[in-house]
Structures are given as C-alpha cells and as structure tokens.
C-alpha cells in the first residue's frame, strides 16, 4: 500500500519539480545573453632588467591576461597587493586603445588616437617584419617565427596564424603584425619585457569586461605616461 502511494505522490510532484526547474534554467541562459566569444590568453612576463628605478623587478606583476574577440582586445596585469593595475582596451572598429591605470586607489584613464601605440608603451623605430618558415608550439599552439627589424635592433617574435582576430596587436608597438602575438618583446615606460603565452582557452565573456568604470577620471596622454613614469623611475 505504501508503495502505491509513493508513486501517486512523484506522479503529482514530478511535474511540479521540472515546472520549477525550467525558470532556473531560463535565467541561466538568459545572464549570458549579449556575451561574446574570446580567446583568453595568459602571457608569463619576463623582466629583462633586475631593477626599475628603486624597485626589483622581482616584485613587478608577473602574468599578463588578455581577451581576443572579433570588436575588442583586453590586456591586464595587476600588481601591489592589488593597488596597482594597467588594463588596454582596444576597439577595434575605431581601431583606438584605451589605457586604465590604478595606483592605491588613483584611476585614471586615457584613449589614444586612431592607429596610436598606446600610452607609456615605446613605438618601434621604423620597424618591418620578415616572415620565415619556422614554426615552434608553444602552450599547444603552432606559432610561426618572425624577425622584427628596427634602426637599433633585431630580434624573434612567434605568432599564431590560427586565431583569425583584426587587428590583433595594436594594444603593443606590433601594429603590422597581423596574428595573435606568442611570444614577443615590449617595453612600458622603463620596463622591458618578454611575453611568452603559456595558457589558452576559448571563453564566453560579458561585454561589459570592455567598458571603462565610472570612478576613472579621462586625463591627457602626457599626464597617463608622467603618471607610469614615475611609478618605474626614481625621480
């Protein structure tokens, strides 16, 4: 008897539990509603100096994240016990980078002009790029070997022709590289860094990761750069 019971009851309640599911269900999906698909890429920075100014490098942020989508490109790197982070954001249908510094609660921000090698980042000296047929994986990923040349230098950069993004490297003085950036080299104020790719992962992210907060306060390029010059200088 109670047997028949019991399957009366889930007769009644099942229905009623999957009633109250399907809502839940909904929502789930509709929060992602409007996200945009990213390859999210982390990159492990290497300081090529054992000093900025007064402050060991050792101490400096050592990972640089960064999302890939179709309309925008963001960068970030934060450091200090989370008082200090610069985040890039480029859009690239304007084809224009907006700069996001914090410092112990400071913010400001800055867009640059279009086709501009963003705020306390150091442009390359008329650069070109030769193209080889070399290949290296790196973090499972093909990369392809490049030789960027300048009036003062050369040296290897690795790409990834796989990841189809527009614009892909106009948050670094790589403009006229047209593929996602591996491994490559750039320099902040006085930091010069190495940038080696060493995670990947395909993600549905919220549009708003590339909006600027409120609480920045817009300020000219020349008082962005005096603001991260003197955060690396001894000045």
């Not at 509709?30 to 100014?53: E, F, P, Q, T």
């Not at 009036?151 to 003085?173: C, L, Q």
């Amino acid at each position: 008897m109670r047997i028949s019971q019991m399957k009366q009851r889930l007769k009644y309640t099942l229905p009623l539990l999957l009633l109250l599911l399907i809502p839940l269900a909904c929502n789930q999906d509709s929060n992602k509603a409007g996200w945009v698909k990213a390859d999210y890429i982390k990159y492990r920075v290497h300081y090529l100096d054992h000093m900025a100014g007064d402050i060991p490098t050792s101490l400096l942020p050592d990972v640089m994240e960064a999302y890939y989508t179709k309309k925008y490109i963001r960068t970030s790197i934060h450091g200090y016990f989370g008082q200090f982070s610069l985040v890039q954001i480029a859009d690239l249908r304007q084809n224009t980078v907006t700069s996001m510094l914090n410092f112990f609660g400071t913010k400001v921000v800055h867009t640059g002009k279009k086709n501009e090698v963003p705020a306390g980042i150091k442009a390359l000296t008329n650069p070109s790029l030769e193209i080889t047929s070399d290949t290296l994986t790196v973090c499972g990923m093909l990369s392809r070997r490049g030789i960027v040349r300048t009036d003062a230098r050369e040296y290897d950069v690795y790409f990834i022709e796989d990841i189809k993004i527009k614009s892909p490297n106009i948050t670094t003085p790589y403009y006229f590289i047209d593929h996602v950036l591996s491994d490559f080299r750039v320099q902040l104020s006085i930091l010069k860094m190495h940038l080696v790719m060493f995670e990947h992962d395909k993600k549905e992210v919220d549009p708003e990761l590339f909006e600027v907060p409120e609480a920045y306060v817009p300020v000219s390029r020349k008082t962005m750069e005096g603001i991260i010059n003197s955060l690396f200088t001894k000045e």
